[in-house]
């Protein structure tokens, strides 16, 4: 949670350290839209969605974000489509920070194709099976190395617009009706994924920290050696000193 302050703290720097701003770069969630990419299918089933009206696909494509680590190099996404004809609005599903079995958001998206809803749950960096196997000091969507998570951050949401170019061609997709849904860690990348991506038409975040500034600043969380680890590493100036 407190690595959840530390990105969010990044992003509200300028607010933060009035009247010094932090440059922003207009370009910093560019990517080659165009650029063709090989996606692979397969179908999916587990046990913790179950239950007739839908069926599933296992989804994996290129990451538009080349890393040193070839696992998290490649998106995985799970794609629950209703049994009716379509084409469906469908809800990007963004997870929860270092799932181990997905269980509640497979659940989530087996019931949004029930309502007749498609779901696609995207792997986010680093999580479930994109963890390098041998682990790595701080090589995490949440680090301790903040420059490292700024670039994961990143990398998530341009893997959810990569989605979004995806989806939007398949002919049992309605482009006009997608959204971005998100529990914990996915509930707040959900609102930089619309934020950025204004194809995401509606908006759904569930547990994620509404004022992450105001969490550390009134009840002094995360631990002030982490505090201090934040401010070195130059992402907002000192308020200390």
């Known amino acids: ?9 990044c992003l509200a720097g300028a607010a933060l350290a009035a009247p010094q701003r932090v440059a922003v770069d207009p370009h910093f969630y560019d990517y080659d839209a165009r650029a063709p990419f090989e996606v692979t299918l397969e179908p999916f089933s587990t046990l913790y969605a179950t239950g007739t009206g839908f069926h599933a696909l296992r989804v994996t494509f290129p990451s538009p974000v080349t890393t040193p680590y070839a696992v998290n190099n490649t998106v995985t996404g799970f794609l629950f ?24 958001e497979f659940e989530q998206s087996a019931s949004l194709a029930k309502a007749g809803i498609a779901a696609f749950l995207i792997i986010q960096p680093y999580s479930y099976n994109r963890r390098p196997l041998l682990r790595v000091e701080d090589v995490e969507l949440l680090s301790g190395d903040v ?13 959810a617009q990569r989605a979004f ?30 934020g950025v991506d204004r194809r995401a038409r509606v908006l759904v975040t569930i547990g994620g920290v509404p004022d992450s500034g105001g969490l550390k600043f009134e009840f002094d969380y995360p631990p002030q050696d982490v505090i201090a680890e934040i401010y070195r590493s130059g992402c907002i100036p000192d308020q200390q000193s």
């Open 147 to 159: 420059h490292q998570m700024v670039g994961a951050l990143r990398q998530a949401v341009l893997d």
């Open 1 to 9: 949670m407190f690595l959840l302050l530390t990105g969010l703290l």
């Open 81 to 104: 489509l209703p049994d009716t004809p379509g084409p469906h609005p469908v809800m990007l599903v963004e997870h929860e920070w270092l799932p181990t079995t997905l269980a509640t």
């Open 165 to 194: 170019d995806w989806l939007e061609k398949r002919p049992d997709i309605d482009p006009t009706r997608m959204g971005v849904s998100g529990i914990s860690l996915g509930g707040v990348l959900a609102p930089l994924i619309a």
